[in-house]
């Protein structure tokens, strides 16, 4: 009896995952069949097998979505919506860009230094929101999409103080960083120059650190405490207001960390062609990944897979390549809805066999209704 | 009397309502008020009929969207995917108001911005996901549906291309002359007091869509829908306490699915405005965040039509300022955030908050040095002007406010047990 029970517990977890991508493959299906185009070809090269290059791809895009999507699962678990990551990581890049431009460290210290400005700028926008949250009652899904637009303003504007003038171009950008403080990567193929960001390491430390975290010490018991029941965690002596304007903070560190790869491995420098939109790709992943540090792995591996198959859709069958944001889309709605729909399922089934088990027939009835 | 009376407002927590007097009062205040900052800092822009207009052009899909957002969680349901319905609302408005008319293109806004409402009804209603979960997707898939369906919509078109429609033709607008032209000389007097009452007058009677009068009826019917028929008041007990509701024979399944229906329609419509209205063509990346703003002044007008009218005003107003008269006109604006925060900060004090008081305060002083020490703000700052304005706003009422009890809580059909 409890083997079969824990079977159709496995089973049911499994189920819904791919529940929601068969539902988001025929979704999307539906939208290319009404638009008119290629069914067929689309699928043909979404779900082909990448190039080497490909691989390589999707490994650096898929780290950069990891961090951003952990930053915002920090925030979840404390039923915080952090909708900012967008903001924190771009004011944090370009505070990074700056601190490493200068090179008043020596090397990888100066990496070091970068990072650590990043982080703090990070948590500081997010404080800010954290803060008002706590003292003026401002929710924080409102003044952290305020303080994306702001930041936007903020950055353009600080770019242009900082940018390096250089003639003959329009890119405006900051002083680049210095070739000893870069972070190289390594082949994955010998048969293409790409190679993948060093800095995917940075993406698993923080993924364990904040499996740990969470899971493993008071603190996150804590946070884990709160998030499920505010009042429960407050009988329990937890400075709500505290944990609040923590976890946000611990958000927004997080975040300042997304552009960092992007930073020291690709780009050397903060400019207006910078990767923008992270952030929100971070939101539906860690939904995805329903918060859990192996999930929103797969759930980034999945994205940045999407990205890379979609991309020569516009070359090959003429279908723009935003089909696959309708796919992304709807695969965080169906995940959800999937999940709700097993776990409504699963209490019936579990109803039902305590029924059972026990002959009762009037909670047989109950479960029915 | 009272401008609006119903049960919620006997909660102690709502704040004390304004009379009619009261209200009249405050607005010549601020009339007056303007109209001395106007001559003090000379920046002629801040209230003329010019701005006033593009003002109520750039208040209407702001409040739209706070009204979608009004109507949702009034029944208990929070609707961020907001900024999606009106971006299908602007492709709605794009597709149909170039291949058909125009007005079937205000008909095609409202119907793809409530089609959108009708996703986030099933997943939030019927399978009792996560409000933002949904509202987050349906931003995320109304996006990505545009941009693909615009693409295959407008290539090729003249004047057309992957991501904006060809130019739609313009829904009818008036100007009644005989009022108008009389005003525009009175209001070149720049008088204090009389050219700015011109100014209002002037905006009112000139160059006015048709679409903008039904847009400002709508505010009044939402009004008088939720507050002064028994379908409203079912409506909003099914936001307030769902249980309830139900035991008394409310269909609240029904009611909560009909109200986010409508919510998207009222989106729809506000991305709709934008293309016809505003611009006439659709844009991609059009709505630019105003669904998300809308939803901010739905919560600064305190989940009221009114005050949620006021806070898209607000909202146009910064944003009008900034596009119209760039750095000077906002430079022009700081000094009465400022001399309104000292005044803020001396009635905390004298209603004994030592530490809010002297923060507010010294937040004006330095901005009102700011004024003093400048000419002018950089270019790429006053972007941050509507946002500024939102964050600072609810900073400093949002205690005063009280959203519905069950509002963004999920309901199961048979919970009232």
């Known amino acids: 009896m409890m083997k079969s029970a824990q079977k159709t517990k496995i089973l049911l977890a499994i189920g819904a995952p791919v529940l929601a991508l068969v539902a988001a493959f025929l979704i999307t299906s539906l939208v290319l069949i009404l638009a008119g185009d290629d069914v067929g070809g689309v699928w043909g090269q979404i779900l082909s097998l990448p190039s080497d290059r490909g691989y390589v791809n999707i490994i650096n895009s898929a780290t950069v979505y990891y961090l951003s999507a952990v930053a915002v699962a920090i925030g979840f678990r404390m039923n915080l919506f952090n909708i900012g990551v967008d903001g924190q990581y771009r004011v944090a890049a370009f505070a990074a860009a700056v601190v490493a431009g200068e090179g008043w460290l020596p090397g990888y210290f100066n990496t070091a230094l970068a990072m650590l400005a990043a982080v703090l700028v ?106 499920s029941s505010e009042t429960a965690a407050v009988a329990s002596g937890i400075n709500v207001k505290k944990m609040v304007v923590i976890s946000m903070l611990l958000s927004g560190g997080a975040a300042g960390l997304v552009g960092m790869p992007l930073l020291f491995g690709n780009d050397y420098a903060y400019g207006s062609t910078f990767q923008s939109g992270l952030g929100f790709a971070g939101i539906a992943i860690a939904l995805l990944g329903r918060n859990h540090p192996v999930g929103i792995a797969l759930g980034a591996l999945l994205f940045a897979f999407l990205d890379e198959q979609s991309n020569p859709l516009q070359i090959l069958l003429d279908v723009s390549p935003d089909i696959v944001k309708i796919t992304q889309g709807t695969i965080v709605l169906t995940v959800v809805i999937a999940y709700e729909v097993v776990r409504r399922y699963g209490l019936r089934l579990e109803q039902h066999r305590v029924a059972s088990a026990l002959g009762d027939e009037t909670t047989l009835k109950g479960a029915k209704a | 009397m009272s401008v609006v009376t119903d049960a919620v407002a006997a909660v102690p927590a709502a704040a004390k309502k304004l009379s009619y007097g009261w209200i009249m009062i405050w607005l010549a205040v601020g009339l007056v008020l303007f109209s001395a900052l106007r001559i003090v800092t000379g920046a002629d822009d801040l209230d003329s009929s010019g701005t006033l207009r593009a003002t109520l052009v750039a208040a209407i899909p702001i409040g739209l969207a706070g009204l979608g957002g009004l109507w949702a969680e009034r029944a208990g349901i929070v609707n961020i995917g907001l900024e999606g319905m009106m971006i299908l609302g602007t492709f709605g408005a794009g597709f149909f108001g170039y291949f058909v008319d125009p007005w079937v293109g205000v008909l095609g806004a409202i119907a793809l911005g409530a089609i959108g409402g009708l996703i986030h009804a099933v997943a939030t209603v019927t399978f009792g996901v996560d409000h933002i979960v949904s ?281 009232a047990g």
């Open chain 2, 135 to 415: 509202g987050v997707a349906i931003n995320i898939i109304s996006l990505g549906a545009v941009q693909y369906l615009a693409a295959l919509a407008f290539t090729g078109e003249p004047g057309g291309g992957q991501t904006q429609s060809p130019t739609i033709k313009s829904l009818p607008s008036f100007t009644l002359g005989f009022l108008s032209d009389p005003l525009s000389d009175l209001e070149q007097k720049h008088w204090f007091v009389v050219s700015d009452l011109a100014a209002i007058a002037r905006a009112l009677v000139t160059n006015l869509s048709v679409l903008t009068i039904l847009c400002l009826l709508l505010f009044v019917l939402t009004w008088w829908s939720l507050w002064r028929t028994s379908f409203g008041l079912r409506l909003r007990s099914c936001g307030e306490s769902p249980a309830a509701a139900e035991s008394l024979g409310v269909n609240v399944i029904r009611y909560k699915f009909t109200a986010v229906v409508i919510s998207g329609g009222f989106a729809g419509l506000a991305g709709g405005f934008l293309a016809l209205v505003a611009s006439s063509t659709f844009r991609d990346g059009q709505t630019g965040g105003r669904g998300y703003i809308g939803l901010a002044a739905m919560i600064f007008g305190n989940w009221r039509p009114g005050g949620l009218l006021a806070g898209a005003g607000l909202f146009g107003y910064t944003d009008t300022l900034r596009l119209r008269g760039g750095g000077e006109t906002i430079h022009g604006l700081l000094l009465l955030v400022a001399v309104g925060l000292i005044l803020m900060a001396i009635w905390q004090l004298r209603k004994g908050r030592r530490v809010a008081g002297p923060v507010t305060g010294a937040i004006g002083v330095v901005i009102g040095l700011w004024y003093f020490f400048s000419d002018s703000i950089p270019e790429d700052l006053t972007g941050m002007t509507p946002y500024v304005t939102t964050l600072l706003v609810l900073a400093l009422a949002s205690q005063r406010l009280r959203m519905p009890a069950a509002d963004g809580k999920p309901y199961r059909k048979g919970s």
């Open chain 1, 122 to 227: 990070g948590a500081a926008w997010a404080g800010i929101a954290g803060l008002l949250r706590v003292t003026r009652g401002v929710s924080e899904v409102i003044s952290t999409i305020m303080l994306n637009a702001i930041a936007t303003a903020l950055v353009a504007y600080l770019l242009r103080k900082a940018a390096v003038k250089d003639t003959g171009s329009n890119i405006t950008a900051t002083k680049e960083v210095p070739e000893g403080s870069r972070v190289g990567g390594f082949k994955l193929f010998d048969s293409v120059p790409a190679t993948v960001y060093g800095l995917v390491f940075l993406a698993v430390a923080v993924g364990f650190t904040y499996w740990f975290v969470i899971n493993k010490t008071t603190f996150g018991f804590d946070l884990r405490a709160t998030g």
